[in-house]
Structures are given as C-alpha cells and as structure tokens.
C-alpha cells in the first residue's frame, strides 16, 4: 500500500501533452525532494526528474517536473511513441524514515 | 560511467534465505556522496525500496521488511549485498540495485533523495 497516489492510466496522442499527478502528505512530498522514473517494457527504471524539476543529462527538455505542497506533477510535451512506459514518483517519507515510490502510471500514445 | 549489476541465485525455496550481491564498476562504492539501495517489483507490479548502505555500513530499512533484511557492504570489492529471509512466493520479484543520493543534516546522513544509476535487475523466483 504506497503513500504516494497516481494515477494508473493516462493516454494521448502523438505530439500532444499529458500529465502526471503524485499526491503524498506532509511528511513526504510536502518536506523532501521528489524525483520521477521512466521504466520503458522489459527495463530497468530510469532517473527523469530528482529534486523536484531538475533533468539529468541527457534527458530531453519535453520532461518536466513541479511540486506544489503535498503533490508533484510530472509533465511531457510533444508525446512520443517511445514514451510509452511506466512513471513512477518518488521521494523520502520522513515519518516513515523510508524511501517510497508511488503507485505507478502507464503512459499510453494512442 | 558508473555501472551496476546484479547477482545471485534465480530459484529459491519458501523458508529459505534470499541472497544477492551487487558489483560496483566504474567508480567507487566508497563514495561519501552516495548511499546504495536495493528495490524490488513483483511481476506486473511497482516499485518497492528495500534498503540503503552507506560505505561505512549505515543502514536504513524499509520498515516492513526490517525484520527479515540484512544489507552489508564489502569496499574492498566494490559490492554491497542483501539478504533478505525466510522468504515466501510473496517475495518473488525482479531485485534491482541502485546508487541513491543523500541528504546531510549535521553529522547525520540520509538517503533521501534519486536513484541513478540502476542495475538491469535480477529476477528472484520463490518456489519449491
């Protein structure tokens, strides 16, 4: 049972944009950094976003990440079809002493 | 660039201790920078962290899997390892390995923040 909420499922059309919700509480996303993962079918996870809206390299500008209170949202524009993938949010949940993923949401390019 | 990789046994019986090592190449696990982690997901599942490893040993446990994980660190070969027991078809999972980012507050160090790299992960199969 994860703290972190997303939702399962979002979808588009190539070249548009979605969105990515993660809601947690005040002892998670409201007081520590909070990062995002793409795991594309059959792979590891990836480093998208960490502390809250900064890129990796190498990771295109099409991805973005904020965080408003106890909620953070991942972004992506000009939807690709190798976007398709699993996103996970992720952040420290003090309470917990415990680092805690959310529950995941699969990005569909119709 | 820094690189992980996962080892150990595919298959382990119900009851019985799961064990897996991770190889650190690239750079070094003795780092003062980074912690190092294991996440597991069961098929078809998410992400679960398990645990962290400093260099110097300091642990950080998933609380619900406290009492059954053991994560240990060997600097001399660049590894740090994970048992984790008496395990059950619950704990059947791709195991991956992960260096994590810290966060210091005074003279305490926490393994707050991103994980990057990954291993490619392990799949770990409890059955009898």
């Known amino acids: 049972q994860s703290v972190l909420t997303q939702p399962p499922s979002v979808s588009a059309a190539p070249g548009q944009k979605v969105t990515i919700s993660c809601s947690g509480s005040?002892?998670?996303?409201?007081?520590?950094?909070v990062s995002w993962y793409q795991q594309l079918p059959g792979t590891a996870p990836k480093l998208l976003i960490y502390?809250?809206?900064k890129r990796p390299s190498g990771i295109p500008d099409r991805f973005s990440g904020s965080k408003s209170g106890t909620s953070a949202t991942l972004g992506i524009t000009g939807l690709q079809t190798g976007d398709e993938a699993d996103y996970y949010c992720?952040?420290?949940?003090?309470?917990?002493?415990?680092?805690?993923f959310g529950t995941g949401t699969k990005v569909t390019v119709l | 660039q820094l690189q992980l990789q996962e080892s150990g046994p595919g298959l382990v019986k119900p009851s019985e201790t799961l064990s897996l090592t991770c190889t650190v190449s690239?750079?070094?696990?003795?780092?003062?920078?980074?912690?190092w982690g294991w996440i597991r997901q069961p098929p078809g599942k998410g992400l679960e962290w398990i645990g962290s490893?400093?260099?110097?040993?300091?642990?950080y446990y998933n609380p619900s899997l406290k009492s059954r994980v053991t994560i240990s660190v060997d600097t001399s070969k660049n590894q740090f390892s994970l048992k984790l027991s008496s395990v059950t078809a619950a704990d059947t999972a791709v195991y991956y390995c992960?260096?994590?980012?810290?966060?210091?507050?005074?003279?305490?160090?926490?393994?707050?923040?991103?994980?990057?790299?990954w291993g490619q992960g392990t799949l770990v199969t409890v059955s009898s």
């Open positions: 992960a260096r994590q980012a810290i966060t210091i507050f005074g003279v305490v160090i926490i393994p707050q923040r991103w994980f990057d790299p």
């Open positions: 690239g750079g070094s696990i003795s780092s003062s920078s980074y912690y």
């Open positions: 490893i400093y260099y110097s040993g300091s642990t």
């Open positions: 005040s002892s998670n996303i409201g007081n520590n950094y």
């Open positions: 502390e809250n809206n």
């Open positions: 992720g952040t420290w949940d003090s309470s917990l002493s415990s680092y805690v």
